[in-house]
């Protein structure tokens, strides 16, 4: 596609329930980037892939995320038994390939607010 | 571990003039990438400019310039003839390929009054 497309774009979530949120990345981008980003703050890294594989989920916050990418083009950035603070936007973002400076291109973001 | 810090929270700026927007970094990676990204409210991070730390000119995008000093590790935005539209968040952002990730600042919200 012609950018970075995520769904859903607003998503409001009671406390406990699991959320599955999707980004579809520019076609042939090679990685793929989870961001979080909570009100008024810059964002912060959830994690990293490269084609299919996550290289790097130092940024998760707990064991309650999960994120997949396993053909290498969509990911799925699963929250499980969701609380308060897990509300923020969450970005996806795509590259050409990591490790190159390569820009790095944004989703309009999926608002998550948990109630 | 790499940090960047934009210690401005937030400028206010007549339309028409100029503005600057301050950011500093820290890395030990000798190659690597800063960026500028727009924010307005919908969220969606625009690119504004990039810099290539090896490169020792300014990058330049229309209107958009940057002051990168390297030994300073200082890497400031200037907007000219700024204008209604250029109201928004703006972060200061690196990129290392040690680990693949960029890091961003805390952001500045910049206003343009009419």
């Known amino acids: 596609g012609a950018g970075v497309s995520q769904s859903p774009r607003y998503k409001v979530a009671k406390r406990g329930q699991d959320v599955a949120l999707r980004c579809d990345p520019i076609?042939?981008?090679?990685?793929l980037f989870w961001y979080q980003q909570a009100l008024g703050q810059g964002p912060e890294f959830l994690t990293y892939?490269?084609?299919?594989?996550?290289?790097?989920k130092s940024g998760l916050p707990s064991d309650r995320f999960f994120a997949e990418r396993p053909e290498g083009s969509v990911s799925t950035l699963k929250i499980q038994r969701t609380q308060q603070e897990d509300s923020a936007v969450y970005l996806c973002?795509?590259?050409?390939?990591?490790?190159?400076?390569?820009?790095?291109?944004f989703g309009e973001g999926s608002w998550l607010t948990v109630v | 571990a790499q940090t960047v810090t934009q210690s401005q929270p937030e400028m206010s700026v007549q339309e028409a003039e100029t503005v600057t927007l301050s950011c500093t970094y820290d890395?030990?990676?000798?190659?690597?990438?800063l960026f500028w990204y727009k924010q307005p409210p919908s969220r969606q991070m625009i690119l504004v400019i990039r810099?290539?730390?090896?490169?020792?000119q300014n990058a330049t995008e229309n209107r958009f310039s940057v002051n990168f000093q390297k030994a300073a590790k200082s890497f400031s935005l200037k907007i000219s003839d700024s204008q209604l539209g250029d109201t928004a968040m703006y972060f200061c952002?690196?990129?290392?390929?040690?680990?693949?990730?960029?890091?961003f600042g805390k952001g500045i919200t910049l206003s343009v009054r009419p």
């Open positions: 973002a795509s590259s050409l390939a990591g490790g190159r400076g390569n820009t790095i291109y």
């Open positions: 076609s042939g981008h090679v990685s």
């Open positions: 892939f490269q084609n299919e594989a996550q290289l790097d």
């Open positions: 890395t030990s990676e000798n190659n690597y990438y």
């Open positions: 810099q290539e730390a090896y490169k020792q």
């Open positions: 952002a690196l990129y290392t390929g040690a680990n693949s990730k960029l890091t």
